[in-house]
């Protein structure tokens, strides 16, 4: 097997093939937080709208507001619920 660099940054231009196993980190990471509403999107690819929103994942996404309004933001789970990204069996 061969290992390479393929769809975040700065492998942006590198598009990754449909069998690589990309590792999900599932967290933004902005330099200073936003004013916009935000969330992770696993399905998020470079050039959809809000995609890519911190600069440096192309998962994070922006999403609501003037810019984003057909972006819809998901629901905020109930407070002191948990929610997984890979649901536990």
Known sequence: AQCRFCGERP???I???EEA??????????AREPP??????????VGLKGCFADG???GCRFCGG????DV????APARH?????NEPT
């Open 81 to 85: 619920e948990c929610t997984f990204p």
């Open 72 to 75: 819809p933001c998901p629901s």
């Open 11 to 13: 492998y942006t231009s």
């Open 56 to 58: 440096k994942h192309v």
């Open 15 to 17: 598009e990754c093939p």
């Open 21 to 30: 196993a990309v590792p999900v980190l599932g967290v933004c990471a902005f």
């Open 66 to 69: 003037p810019a984003h309004a």
């Open 36 to 45: 916009f509403s935000y969330y992770w999107d696993h399905s998020c690819q």
